[in-house]
């Protein structure tokens, strides 16, 4: 049980060290210049990912 309980914490404190070290050398993000998350209805074009292609 032991060594259980090391992997984990170990596992943890690495996810939590790249949470960090990400968080600390990208730039912020900026909410006006991202793009909706949901754009029904609003009249832009989907794009930006292969599922959003139409099928030739």
């Known amino acids: 049980m032991r060594t259980r ?3 984990a914490a170990l596992a943890l404190a690495l996810l939590a060290g790249l ?8 730039a912020p993000l900026d ?3 991202a793009p909706p998350p949901i754009a029904l209805g609003s009249g832009q074009a989907p794009g930006g990912a292969h599922c959003a292609a139409p099928p030739e």
């Open 5 to 7: 309980r090391l992997t």
């Open 19 to 26: 949470l960090l070290l990400d968080l600390s050398r990208s």
């Open 31 to 33: 909410p006006f210049a």
